[in-house]
């Protein structure tokens, strides 16, 4: 238990700061090598401080031998460069309940005089709310869809309360995503770029895959899918249209 005590003292004090602690430590744990050690100027690398504990460290443990040294001094190095200041971004993680907000639309024109800002907005505004129009007849607008995704990668649909269950997948850069919905929606497939926050989520697919999904949706819920057949006639007219989901975290 003392043992145990003093580990804890050690990084405790580690964390606080650099030479002053290596001094401390040195007295505490009457380690002469590491009084030698912690008299260094503050400019000293952390390589030499993890050392210096480490070898304090090794002492309290009691492993005199080398490969007890080398391993508390690996311990204690990855800890420093915690400190140090690197920083280790977690994975994305979809798991949650989403509601669905609104269309995601990403659009440019095969024109080259209408890709501006100002005219790609108004592109944008046009063609969000004619599309609006169409999905809105087999019922699809905010509030009406919601994703449940767990973590085990599978993923439940709620749309227009009709459960429809299908796996997701994030990509290994973690910018795209795969979903795959079950039978309910014959596996249907579409992969698509991924923007995730704490809060919210976007996911962009192209034109052609999200028409698909909406005449499956219009099928799903007795439809007609001629109903959303002139979805491929409107987004035609632009390169790389892409459109999809904004959701809103619960």
Known sequence: MKKVLSLIAAAALLLAGTDANAQLLGKIFGNSSSSSTSSQSSSSSSSTASSAVGSILGSVLGGSSDSSESGVGNILTGVLNSVAGTVYSAPISLNGTYTYTGLALSTSSSNASLLSNLAGSAINTGIEGKINGIIEKIGIKPGTMTFVFNSDNTFTCNILNIPVGGTYKVGDNENTVTLTFGKLMQFFSMTGTLESG?????????????????????????????????????????????????????
């Open 198 to 250: 704490l809060t919210e989520a976007k996911m962009l697919f192209p034109a052609t895959k999200m028409s698909q999904f909406f005449k499956k949706v219009a099928s799903l819920v007795g439809q007609k899918s001629s109903t959303v057949s002139s979805l491929s006639s409107l987004t035609g007219n632009y390169d790389n249209f892409k459109m999809g989901f904004k959701l809103q975290k619960q």
